[in-house]
């Protein structure tokens, strides 16, 4: 059974950076792409980034293109996202989580959720 563990979050001020982790055990073939996801108070889990499995696509949610950089290392099984320039938009608790290869913007075909990392962005 392959568990995800996100890592990295915090309290950081407007303007700061996080980077956040996402480590995989268990049985650890990469067919897989890897999202980060986040939720906010009262809002519904929203789509933040995705990788191919290969590596060779992304995607990010329009809001933090140009901002958040997500990457993986298969050699190590774990994925992450640099997260610069943050506001306090980003605040929320990041989910990472897989789905077979691709990257999909069905929130739902993804599985494997990890426990989650809060972020905080604030003064």
């Known amino acids: 059974q392959v568990q995800l563990v996100e890592s990295g979050g915090g309290l950081v001020q407007p303007g700061g950076s996080l980077r956040l982790s996402c480590a995989a055990s268990?049985?650890?073939?990469?067919?897989?792409?890897i999202g980060w996801f986040r939720q906010a108070p009262g809002k519904e889990r929203e789509g933040v980034s995705c990788?191919?499995?290969?590596?060779?696509?992304?995607y990010y949610l329009g809001s933090v293109k140009g901002r958040f950089t997500i990457s993986r290392d298969n050699g190590k099984n774990a994925v992450y996202l640099q997260m610069n320039s943050l506001t306090p938009g980003d605040t929320g608790v990041y989910y990472c989580?897989?789905?077979?290869?691709?990257?999909?913007?069905?929130?739902?075909?993804?599985?494997?959720w990890g426990q989650g990392t809060q972020v905080t962005v604030s003064s």
């Open positions: 989580a897989r789905r077979s290869y691709l990257c999909s913007d069905s929130v739902s075909s993804y599985t494997n």
């Open positions: 268990g049985s650890t073939r990469n067919n897989y792409a």
């Open positions: 990788i191919s499995y290969g590596g060779s696509t992304s």
